[in-house]
């Protein structure tokens, strides 16, 4: 029969199954001829199946055979078709067996199908009919009645069905004729034989098998006319069985046949021999002649051969045979171990991939048959996968819990396949599996806040500190950008005062910084990632920045400058340790750089007059003499503790008089156009004063005498301090030196004070003291508010 004419039978069986878990299962039947070119096409599995030929790419789709390694059918993904991939030789699979099936398996992914295929091998006619030997030699005794019978072995064709044998053809002769049923071929002895006629003679035999074309196979049979002979060998048992364990070793008896001859001497003599067996049967047998005990020749493999069959020829001595058969069943023993067959396998799987997720296929073979081919498999307990098994030998690797990058990026995971055989055999393969990075974690500060200190008069764009975020993810999951919040230092933003570098998080100095205006204030920086969508954290930076002696001193009573005249007024009888006047400064800045230090640099008489270190006031060191000049001038300079440290002066101006009219610049100045009232004031004054001097000196006795432990006079009062040098946002801290509120004092004023500016103050303390408390007054608002110039310095 042709590839045409079988083309043309093949049989198509589909069964879909549609299961759980998107697999489905199903079989497909094809028929092919064996021996058919290679690229064969058999049958369209895509149509068949209902399948667009288009996706078999996309699902991965492949062919896998089952218990082989050879391919014998493969695919075209473009047209769905299956083609033979290599020749096909239906013997060489089946041998004997009225049915030869290959088992192919349709594996297809996304989703997993599987289907099974079954491939119906078709026997052709391509072997001939062959007997054993060309020639057979066979010695009749010519007393051999007729009818007597004489085996003859069989002729062998490997093909089955119709092609195999189907009859037998004796070439014409005289004396016999052929006899053949279904375990037998017999020659017939229909006329006897006449050795004295005839002695030898030629016998031409034809097997003949059914196929189309048909074949045939001729052997000779030589026949010798002998004398009596008339007793064929009879073998004990018509078939022997015999089981064999795979990979016995050489030598290793199977079986023992045995047949007996019923003649004696030569004619009785039994030898043995394989009849007709194929090549693998002989180089995997023997038979001792003699005994016909068979054994083992090679090692014996049952995934190869499960079974084998032959014939054992039993001869006497004159030639006279007969016929057996063997069966041996080769049993299974566990010599294989489980291959592992990776299908499929996701090599990345998203960190946020939900439980359940399939990442990988795998297919697990045993050649060995019974519990020693029933594999179970395992991975270790100590990953979140596990395997799931779906169609037959074919399991889905899955995700069992969450995974996390940051914790695990990668994991080595080992399958172990374990047969049921004893003993046991295993086999193992690891898989690489990569975790792919979502942007699930926000930067974290490595600080919950940061703090920079920077001195004042600092340089634009100097380092004030620098923070640092890290983010677990992975590249611009985990890229790290800085930036500053959007806020407001004094009014403005931000950004005017610091900045942030968004690759490495400095913060710098935008501008230079005065510790007068401002001493601190706080930023917000993000920290921002580059995945998709971004994740941020925040952290506070407080920015403290520290004094530096940038300030020089300011003196704020006397005067450094300015238009108003004043004069201290130092009575003759003041006693040392006198308090006189004050030297009153201030330092914007702070701590010891505003610590203030007092020094008389200059004086008209160096002896006469010493000023406190820290509290700037002057006091006369010893009594005042006549011999002492009238007009005193101090030059102060004030120095604060910083470094390196700063200072200022100013100039005192002190008279030594009783009486303001005994100094005569001061009663020039005291005449001004701008009052002429300022006349009748100063007449009255003076009257006043010449009225109570005598009065007044005994007073001042009479208070020397009562207080000499401390040396201070009446006149020690309270010190009228011009407010118009008291600025605002100055404040006196009690221990710096600057301001002290211990002391009250008199003021003695020349004829020239109705041009300054006052402001009585009782005592001093720590707060401030605002610009609106300041009072400034004209001369005239001075006399006004007093009324008699000898009031002021008399109480």
């Known amino acids: 029969m042709g590839v045409e004419e079988f083309s043309l039978c093949r049989l198509m069986y589909v069964f879909v199954v549609v299961a759980q878990m998107r697999l489905v299962y ?39 055979v089952e218990g082989t390694r050879k391919q014998y059918c493969e695919m075209n993904l473009s047209t769905g078709d299956l083609v033979t991939a290599e020749r096909i030789d239906r013997e060489s699979l089946c041998d004997k067996k009225p049915s030869c099936v290959i088992k192919l398996d349709l594996v297809l992914e996304n989703p997993l199908e599987l289907h099974r295929i079954n491939l119906h091998i078709q026997d052709v006619n391509d072997n001939y009919p062959k007997f054993k030997n060309n020639l057979i030699e066979m010695e009749i005794s010519e007393s051999a009645e007729k009818g007597s019978r004489f085996s003859i072995e069989k002729a062998h064709d490997a093909d089955v069905g119709q092609n195999a044998i189907q009859r037998y053809n ?32 030629n016998l031409l035999l034809t097997a003949l098998d059914g196929g189309s074309p048909q074949r045939s196979g001729t052997v000779v049979i030589h026949v010798t006319v002998l004398d009596a002979n008339d007793n064929a060998p009879v073998f004990s048992k018509a078939i022997y069985k015999a089981s064999l364990p795979e990979n016995s070793p050489p030598d290793t008896i199977v079986i023992n046949v045995s047949a007996t001859d019923a003649d004696e001497g030569a004619n009785g003599d039994v030898t043995y021999d394989f009849g007709h067996v194929s090549d693998d049967n002989v180089n995997a047998f023997s038979i001792e002649p003699t005994t016909g005990v068979i054994t083992v020749t090679r090692l014996i493999d049952f995934e190869e051969k499960s079974s ?17 058969k063997i069966i041996i069943d080769v049993t299974d023993v566990n010599d294989n171990a489980p291959e592992i067959n990776l299908k499929s396998l996701y090599n990345t799987v998203s960190e946020n991939a939900s439980p359940g997720t399939e990442v990988g296929i795998i297919n697990v073979q045993d050649r060995d048959s019974g519990k020693n081919g029933n594999v179970h498999c395992s991975i270790p307990q100590n990953v979140p996968f596990k395997l799931v098994p779906s169609i037959k030998n074919y399991y889905s690797l899955v995700t069992t819990g969450q995974l996390d990058r940051e914790l695990v990026s990668d994991y080595n995971i080992t399958i172990t396949a374990t047969d049921e055989g004893s003993p046991p055999l295993s086999s193992s393969k690891s898989l690489h599996l990569s975790v792919a990075d979502i942007n699930d974690n926000p930067p974290v500060f490595e600080e919950q806040s940061y703090s920079a200190y920077v001195s004042e008069n600092n340089k634009a764009g100097s380092t004030l500190c620098s923070v640092s975020a890290r983010d677990p993810d992975w590249r611009q999951n985990g890229t790290v950008i800085y930036s500053l919040l959007p806020a407001e230092v004094n009014g403005a933003p931000v950004s005017s005062y610091v900045s942030v570098n968004g690759d490495t ?7 230079s910084f005065d510790y007068e205006h401002l001493r601190s204030f706080q930023v917000h920086v993000m920290a921002r990632d580059n995945g998709s969508p971004p994740l941020s954290s925040n952290v506070s930076v407080s920015v403290f920045i520290s004094d530096v002696n940038d300030n020089s001193p300011q003196i704020l009573y006397p005067a450094p400058e300015g238009n108003s005249f004043m004069t201290e007024l130092v009575p003759k009888a003041a006693h040392g340790g006198s308090v006189v006047s004050k030297v009153i400064a201030v330092d914007a800045d702070s701590g010891q750089n505003a610590w203030l230090s007092y020094h008389i640099v200059k004086s008209t008489d160096p002896g006469l007059f010493t000023i406190g270190l820290h509290s700037g006031e002057i006091r006369t060191q010893r009594d005042v003499s006549e011999s002492d000049s009238m007009k005193q001038n101090l030059i102060v300079a004030v120095k604060d503790n910083g470094q390196p440290p700063l200072s200022a002066t100013c100039s005192m101006y002190l008279v030594i008089s009783d009486n303001l009219a005994e100094v005569p610049e001061l009663k020039d100045i005291s005449y001004d156009d701008k009052n002429s009232k300022l006349t009748s004031y100063l007449i009255i004054a003076l009257v006043s004063v010449s009225t109570f001097f005598l009065t007044f000196i005994i007073i001042v006795l009479g208070v020397r005498f009562c207080r000499r432990r401390k040396p201070r006079l009446l ?22 030196g600057t301001l002290r509120s211990t002391y009250n004092y008199d003021a003695y004023l020349t004829t020239g004070s109705r041009t300054s500016d006052f402001k009585f103050v009782s005592s001093y303390n720590d707060n401030t003291l605002p610009a609106d408390q300041t009072l400034r007054k004209s001369p005239t608002e001075f006399f006004e508010a007093f009324g008699d110039i000898d009031e002021v310095g008399i109480f």
């Open 308 to 324: 084998y069959e032959m014939s054992v020829e039993a001869k006497d001595g004159l030639g006279l045979t007969s016929y057996s």
């Open 170 to 201: 004796l070439q014409r002769n005289a004396n016999f004729i052929l006899a053949v049923d279904n375990n037998k071929v017999e020659l017939v002895l229909e006329n006897k034989l006449d050795r004295e006629k005839q002695s030898e003679m």
């Open 715 to 736: 006149f020690d009062g309270a010190v009228a301090i011009p407010g118009a040098y008291l600025p605002p946002n100055y404040a006196d801290v009690d221990g710096t």
């Open 505 to 511: 998080g400095v913060i710098h100095a935008v501008r």
């Open 26 to 64: 199903g079989d497909l039947s094809y028929s092919l001829s064996e021996e058919m070119k290679r690229s064969s096409v058999v049958g369209n599995i895509a149509k068949d199946l209902g399948v667009d030929p288009k996706t078999l790419s996309a699902r991965n789709a492949r062919i896998d």
